[in-house]
C-alpha cells in the first residue's frame, strides 16, 4: 500500500492544487492581489457599522483595526498552507508504512547500512 501511495503521489499532490486553484479562480483572475491577502467580508463591514456612521470615518476606522485583525489572523494557516502539510503528512506516512512493513517481514533490512535501507525503500 505505501509502494502505491509514493508512485501515486505526484497525482496526489497535483490534484489538490488544481481543486485550489479551480476552488478561487474567479478571485485570482479578478483580484490577483487579494489572492493571499486577507480582507473584511461584506457580513462584517456591515455588521461593524455603526448606526448612520459617515463613510469616511468608517474607513479610517477599519483601517485602524487592520494591524490588531492581521496579527489575529496570522494564528491561523492559510489554505495553502494547510493543503501542502497534508500532503507532506500524506507522503511521510506512505513511508513509515513502508518502513513499518520491511521491518515486519525481515528485521535484518533494518539492522543493516543506511544506504541499504535508502536502496530498499526507493526500488
Known amino acids: 500500500m505505501g509502494i502505491v501511495m509514493l508512485i501515486l503521489s505526484p497525482c496526489l499532490m497535483i490534484f489538490p492544487l488544481v481543486y ?6 474567479e478571485e485570482f483572475y479578478n ?3 487579494t489572492a493571499s491577502s486577507r480582507r473584511w467580508s461584506n457580513l ?6 455603526e448606526y448612520n456612521e459617515v463613510e469616511h470615518f468608517f ?13 489575529y489572523f496570522k494564528q491561523f494557516p492559510t489554505p495553502l498552507v494547510s493543503i501542502v502539510a497534508k500532503f507532506i503528512s500524506f507522503v511521510s506516512g506512505g513511508l513509515a508504512g513502508i518502513l513499518l512493513i520491511l521491518g515486519f517481514l525481515g528485521e535484518s533490512i533494518l539492522e543493516g547500512h543506511v544506504s541499504c535501507l535508502l536502496l530498499h525503500v526507493c526500488f
Open 20 to 25: 485550489l486553484f479551480l476552488r478561487h479562480a
Open 31 to 33: 483580484h490577483p492581489s
Open 44 to 49: 462584517s463591514l456591515w455588521i461593524l457599522r
Open 59 to 71: 474607513k479610517h476606522r477599519m483601517n485602524n483595526s487592520t494591524v490588531y485583525s492581521l496579527d
